[in-house]
């Protein structure tokens, strides 16, 4: 097992701490190679796994570096994709971006997560509508989940219900044609999303019917078991 993929399988078990250590090296080790091999697909090995060290870095709380890091593989992948535009390095791109708008949206810089989540959003739109996937699903309602949250945050409460309940649209559909217990959570997270915009409108019927929902929706998934921290962040990747 390489050590990107080791530092990756610590990140599903949520051992972010031995993930960045693994991943530290794994990021020396593709510099190396891409630099005495200056391959599209090294350089493009090389962006991946410095992504996936700031996915680390900002599940441990280290956000600025991990942005850092998200940054640093943005300047090799969007190269990447103008020279050479095709679904891996649009799906690579993508994946980033929106790494880099959780990231932003935890140090509290929404205006700039707006503006990656959009760029994320449109990305991950294009591949969809070319390849509808259940993944392809999901990674779009996070997209819109990540916007959500921005506007939230900045008061914009009228947006982030609109992108919450085009969220909720979609994991409706991907509950209903693969029902699981990560659609279900994924469908209860953004319910709960939208009842406490909902609240903080002073639209409490609304929010209220809404957190029935959730509340319903918890139960099933304390009698079924959550997936893991780790498990939720990498099947976005």
Not at 3 to 27: K, P, Q, T, W
Not at 77 to 100: C, F, G, K, W
Not at 215 to 228: L, T
Request: charged fraction near 20%; include cysteine; glycine fraction near 8%.
């Amino acid at each position: 097992m390489t050590l990107n993929n080791l530092g990756i399988a610590y990140s599903l078990d949520g051992n972010f701490d031995e993930a960045a250590d693994h991943l530290s090296v794994a990021v020396s080790y593709r510099e190396t190679i891409y630099k005495a091999d200056l391959s599209v697909q090294h350089r493009a090995d090389f962006a991946r796994t410095i992504s996936s060290l700031g996915v680390a870095l900002d599940q441990m709380g280290r956000h600025a570096e991990a942005i850092d890091r998200f940054k640093q593989a943005l300047e090799h992948q969007e190269e990447i994709y103008r020279a050479h535009p095709t679904v891996n390095s649009r799906m690579d791109l993508a994946t980033t971006i929106q790494h880099l708008t959780i990231a932003l949206n935890n140090t509290c810089h929404y205006g700039e997560a707006i503006d990656c989540g959009k760029q994320a959003h449109e990305h991950w739109t294009a591949l969809y509508q070319k390849e509808p996937s259940p993944r392809g699903k999901l990674r779009l309602g996070a997209s819109y989940t990540n916007l959500g949250i921005s506007c939230y945050h900045l008061g914009h409460y009228r947006e982030a219900l609109e992108y919450y309940r085009q969220v909720i649209e979609l994991f409706k559909g991907l509950h209903e044609s693969h029902p699981s217990v990560r659609s279900r959570a994924d469908l209860a997270g953004s319910l709960n999303n939208l009842g406490t915009t909902l609240n903080n409108m002073g639209r409490y019927a609304e929010a209220t019917a809404g957190n029935n929902v959730v509340q319903a929706s918890m139960r099933v998934q304390i009698a079924h078991g959550w997936p893991s921290l780790g498990e939720w962040i990498w099947q976005l990747i």
